[in-house]
């Protein structure tokens, strides 16, 4: 379903239960969430790129080398996270153009307005989560 470029503000709409599930409204308040919310992440992604490339001098006290690295390790992990979470905005920006947004993916049920406006990227509703968390926890390597 392509969404056309109706007004919406992020900051004056209030998604609402009496609105039909991802009418159109909808569909471009998620959108515009979605890429607002990769621009920031993108824009994270590269300051840590660039503190990386600018503090490469190598300490000469073992004690500063090693808080250094332990600063590299963390930085590199939240790098990885942001991607990761680039890739789930896009998976659900692309959900958004072929209409299934919004939709659990394994109940096919709506997802609810809460949880997406908490949650964007969610793919599965309460229901479906607390279900799959709790085979996590029942079948967790321990």
């Known amino acids: 379903m392509a969404v056309s470029k109706k007004e919406i503000n992020l900051n004056?709409?209030?998604l609402s239960e009496k609105d039909p599930f991802m009418c159109e409204e909808q569909l471009i308040y998620f959108k515009?969430?979605?890429?607002?919310?990769?621009s920031e992440v993108m824009a994270d992604s590269e300051k840590t790129r660039e503190n990386l490339q600018n503090n490469n001098t190598p300490e000469a006290d073992v004690a500063d080398r090693a808080s250094t690295e332990t600063e590299r390790s963390l930085e590199l992990r939240t790098r990885d996270r942001q991607r990761k979470l680039v890739a789930k905005i896009n998976a659900a920006l692309a959900r958004i153009?072929?209409?299934?947004?919004?939709?659990?993916?394994e109940t096919g049920e709506p997802i609810g307005l809460k949880r997406l406006d908490a949650r964007p990227i969610?793919?599965?509703s309460i229901q479906a989560q607390e279900r799959h968390e709790k085979y996590e926890r029942s079948h967790r390597d321990d």
């Open 12 to 14: 004056n709409y209030k």
């Open 122 to 124: 969610a793919l599965l």
């Open 32 to 38: 515009l969430k979605l890429e607002k919310w990769r």
């Open 97 to 105: 153009k072929e209409g299934s947004y919004g939709y659990c993916i």
